[in-house]
T-cell receptor, first 111, second 115 residues
Framework: GQNIDQPTEMTATEGAIVQINCTYQ??????LFWYQQHAGEAPTFLSY????GLEEKGRFSSFLSRSKGYSYLLLKELQMKDSASYLC????????????FGKGTSLLVTP | DSGVTQTPKHLITATGQRVTLRCSPR?????VYWYQQSLDQGLQFLIQ???????AKGNILERFSAQQFPDLHSELNLSSLELGDSALYFC??????????????FGPGTRLTVL
């Protein structure tokens, strides 16, 4: 089974850096995804990690440690439009590529 | 716009009724996934179809069923509806070419309200 934990809410200031953590327990692992979801809208893909290390993509970076069952999403130079929910999702092995999502972290960016 | 379309956008119905949600995947995508999102449970995987066949099953109730048609569009049928079925239902699609990356693209969702 899966158990994915992330903080429920975070607040950060415009222009700052914020790190959103995700821990997971899984019986088989085949990749970890981060999605962004604005209220009432569809989730949109941010990043994918399958090997240990850091993946950088513009203002967003994602890190994975498989041995620790740990990932984080790093958002730099925060903008007001980054206020959204950030969903950590694990793809189990033999899942047919389906994703198991955490409950999401609601990020509020303040001026 | 992800290229995934879902209809209807909103649906209001009564307990005990049956509804059908429809999804058209992105052009070229063979795989369709259905997810349910409620405030307390988050985004939960229901079921996946690949090229017309069921590929994976998640937390889907027996009252719910789905299928994927030859033109690759998919329908999710929800029957004997209960108040607790009120949620946002998302469809996602992916190529599923065997590459591990296999990003899923989500449609805009159908908001179901059961009264």
């Amino acid at each position: 089974g899966q158990n994915i934990d992330q903080p429920t809410e975070m607040t950060a200031t415009e222009g700052a850096i914020v790190q959103i953590n995700c821990t997971y327990q899984t019986s088989g692992f085949n990749g970890l995804f981060w999605y962004q979801q604005h209220a009432g809208e569809a989730p949109t893909f941010l990043s994918y990690n399958v090997l240990d290390g850091l993946e950088e993509k513009g203002r967003f970076s994602s890190f994975l440690s498989r041995s620790k069952g740990y990932s984080y999403l790093l958002l730099k130079e925060l903008q007001m439009k980054d206020s959204a929910s950030y969903l950590c999702a694990v793809r189990p092995r033999d899942s047919g590529y389906a994703l198991n999502f955490g409950k999401g972290t609601s990020l509020l960016v303040t001026p | 716009d992800s290229g995934v379309t879902q209809t209807p956008k909103h649906l209001i119905t009564a307990t005990g009724q049956r509804v059908t949600l429809r999804c058209s995947p992105r052009s070229g995508d063979l795989s369709v996934y259905w997810y349910q999102q409620s405030l307390d449970q988050g985004l939960q995987f229901l079921i996946q179809y690949y090229n017309g066949e069921e590929r994976a099953k998640g937390n889907i109730l027996e009252r719910f069923s789905a299928q994927q048609f030859p033109d690759l569009h998919s329908e999710l049928n929800l029957s004997s509806l209960e108040l607790g079925d009120s949620a946002l239902y998302f469809c996602a699609s992916s190529v599923q070419s065997g590459m591990s990356y296999n990003e899923q693209f989500f449609g805009p969702g159908t908001r179901l309200t059961v009264l």
